[in-house]
């Protein structure tokens, strides 16, 4: 079986359900995800699953949700989407094309080629408008957003995290955050310019905290904090 991964990366979210709630720890496919603090919304988001071919083809169970915090003055600060699976496939290893590859403007540490039995990146941009990053990337979430006319922030820096096992259990996060964002203190290599060390650092334990949640027993996706100046 194969699997395309800018698939998955450009088809994250699938539509928009107008639901939502007081987020504490949610349910996305096997993921639990354990949200940093209290003061986070969910918005339910219907998915049809991920389609795969190769010596089989089917459709892998999955779940999307979207998480939102606000500011003191209403601003949206930070979204998450994360779409996992529900379990993996009935037969056979799952394959990937993987395909983690960045440019001056695109950062990106992982594997790359065909017939991968796993698949693993974090990538992320620098500080663009929302119409220019969370329009595109994230389309229905952006949607419900202005919907509710939402006070999106000016700016968000963008962080995404995938990881992907032979089984075909999958999970992929998206994180937008606005100016101010603390992410912490490290050293991240090969670094574009005009990118925050301390955001891709904080990635970094994103990534690896993506990955525990896909090899775990646990499912358990423990989202670093996230703090603002």
């Keep these: 079986m194969s ?34 603090d209290d003061g986070w919304r969910a918005i339910v988001i219907p998915d049809k699953g991920l389609d795969y071919g190769g010596d089989f083809n089917g459709t892998l169970n ?3 949700k979207v998480f939102v915090k606000e500011s003191t003055d209403k601003t949206v600060q930070a979204i998450i989407v994360v779409r996992g699976t529900s379990g993996g496939i009935a037969h056979g290893r799952m394959s990937y094309t993987a395909d983690c590859k960045g440019d001056k403007n695109w950062y ?11 698949v693993e990146c974090l990538s992320g941009l620098r500080a663009f408008s929302a119409d220019s990053v969370v329009k595109p990337l994230a389309p229905q979430a952006y949607e419900a957003l202005k919907s509710e006319t939402a006070k999106l922030a000016t700016n968000y820096q963008t ?23 603390k992410g912490r203190e490290g050293k991240v290599e ?19 905290a993506t990955k525990d949640c896909v090899t775990s027993m646990s499912g358990k996706l423990v989202i670093p904090p996230i703090e603002f100046d």
Excluded: C, I
């Design 159 to 181: 962080l995404v995290t995938h990881y992907g096992n032979s089984n075909g259990t999958f999970l992929n996060v998206r994180l937008f955050v606005a100016d101010g964002f």
């Design 108 to 118: 990106a540490q992982g594997n790359n080629g065909f017939n991968r039995h796993f």
């Design 3 to 36: 699997f395309d991964l800018k698939k998955v990366v450009l088809g994250v979210v699938a539509a928009m359900a107008g639901t939502s709630a007081l987020a504490a720890d949610f349910p996305v496919g096997r993921a639990k995800v354990m949200l940093p």
């Design 190 to 208: 090969n670094l574009p310019d005009g990118f925050d060390t301390k955001t891709l650092a904080w990635g970094q334990d994103l990534m690896a």
């Design 62 to 64: 999955s779940e999307t």
